[in-house]
C-alpha cells in the first residue's frame, strides 16, 4: 500500500486552523475597561492595580467600529408631504434670502454668460464643419464624401457645444 500525498495547500490549512484556535482561546479572555489617573481610558484584557479597571465583558468579541447610530423616525408630516427630513444640523448656521437672492443671481449670470459663449463656439464649429463639407464634396476622386476623419471630429464638437448648451439651459432653469 503506498503512502497517500497530501495536497499542496495543506501546510495553509492546517496553519489557518492553529491560528483559529489559538484566536478563539485568546477571545474567551476577560475584558477590563481601565481609567487612568489622568482620565485616558485603556481597554485591556489584563487588569491594572493601579488603574480603576471595570469588567465589560468575559465573552463578547472585542471591536473598533462603532455601531451605526439610530435613525430617527419619520414625522407623520415628512411622509405626508414626501419631503425629507432636515438635512442639515438646527445649528448650522442660515443664509439670509437676499444673500441667497444675490447668490442666485450671480450664478444666473455666470450661467448665462457661458450659455452665450457656448453659443458662439457652436456656432463657428458649425461654420467649420460646412465649410471642410464644403471642400470635401468638391473635391474631386473623393469618394467618401465628408465621411473623414477631420469631418467625424468636427461633427463630434458641434454635437458637444449642444450638449453643453442644454446643459446649461437645464442649470438655469432650476435656478429659484
Known sequence: MTPRRLPRSFPYIASTLLLLGASMAAGADTLYKCVEPSGSVLYTNQKADAKKCVVLSRELPITSVAPPSPRPAARAGNVATGS????????????????????DNDRRRILEQELANEQQNLDRARKVLADDEAATTTRPGNARN?????????????????????ALRRELANIK
Open 84 to 103: 425629507a427630513a432636515t438635512p442639515s444640523p438646527a445649528s448650522f448656521p442660515r443664509v439670509d434670502s437676499d444673500t441667497q437672492r444675490g447668490r
Open 146 to 166: 465628408g465621411n473623414t476623419a477631420k469631418g467625424q471630429n468636427l461633427r463630434n464638437d458641434v454635437a458637444l457645444h449642444e450638449r453643453n448648451i442644454e
